[in-house]
């Protein structure tokens, strides 16, 4: 009589597979937060270039800063320059022109410290408490200070 050989894994190897996927999965999800973080610092610093750029280019044509600025009620040569993002309350954001300084306050990013310095290292100098990019208010947003006075 023969024994019957059963193919299959045994509860060991199993336990091994399940453990050693387990192992990995947890290596790279602090890798792929990271790089979430990154690639949203990135998206915001761009986008925060974009509307300086708009305001800057309405600043050369029109010769002043705008008075005043909301997402709903701004210049259109501004309007026409921004994407949808800055118009359709996608980012909160307010613009002030105090006659003495002029700056965007953009708030409500829930942004990390890692994620407001790769921000400012974007725009400026890398340094969040110096140039033209700032943290403001306990870390709740970033103020990007207009040059032109």
């Not at 937060?33 to 986008?47: R, S």
Request: cysteine-free.
């Amino acid at each position: 009589m023969q024994a019957k050989h059963l193919s299959g894994f045994s509860l060991i190897e199993l336990m091994v597979v399940v453990t050693t996927i387990g192992i990995l999965a947890l290596l790279g999800v602090p890798g792929i937060q990271q790089a979430k973080q990154y690639t949203e610092a990135t998206t915001v610093a761009n986008d925060i270039r974009v509307y300086s750029e708009a305001v800057e280019f309405y600043t050369t044509t029109a010769g002043a800063y705008p008075a005043t600025m909301t997402y709903t009620l701004m210049p259109q040569e501004i309007r026409e320059y921004l994407p949808a993002i800055w118009k359709n309350g996608s980012y909160n954001w307010f613009y002030v022109n105090s006659g003495k300084y002029i700056y965007i306050y953009v708030y409500n990013l829930k942004f990390t410290a890692e994620q407001g310095v790769r921000l400012d290292s974007i725009i400026d100098d890398g340094n969040i408490g110096t140039g033209n990019v700032r943290v403001a208010f306990n870390g709740t947003g970033f103020i990007y200070l207009f040059t032109g006075l």
